[in-house]
Nanobody, 114 residues
Framework: QVQLVESGGGLVQPGGSLRLSCAAS????????MGWYRQAPGKQRELVAT???????NYGDSVKGRFTISRDNAKNTVYLQMNSLKPEDTAVYYC????????WGQGTQVTVSS
């Protein structure tokens, strides 16, 4: 089993920045990819960004050029730096880890509003 604990969400004005963190613990040796997904009210969960153990990244089209995913393998932590935030980025952001199974964090709310 893998446990994921997210932090860093909150309220920010349009154009602002936030950084999310996700710390993994438990049986983490087989995890090959971690990432972030988000779900806004009334919408399906969508890809934000993923990063492999080797550092290969993938981004959803709506966040390319604004968000950056990174990881610290020594700390088993993945980060999401979110810049130039827009109201449409408002959602619950979920951390995800993959080995032979998929694991989800509890989610952290990000609200972009003036």
């Amino acid at each position: 089993q893998v446990q994921l604990v997210e932090s860093g969400g909150g309220l920010v004005q349009p154009g602002g920045s936030l950084r999310l963190s996700c710390a993994a613990s438990g049986s983490i040796f087989s995890i090959y990819r971690m990432g972030w997904y988000r779900q806004a009210p009334g919408k399906q969960r969508e890809l934000v960004a993923t990063i492999t153990r080797g550092g290969t990244t993938n981004y959803g089209d709506s966040v390319k050029g604004r968000f950056t995913i990174s990881r610290d393998n020594a700390k088993n932590t993945v980060y999401l730096q979110m810049n130039s935030l827009k109201p449409e980025d408002t959602a619950v952001y979920y951390c995800n880890a993959r080995d032979n199974d998929g694991y989800w964090g509890q989610g952290t709310q990000v609200t972009v509003s003036s």
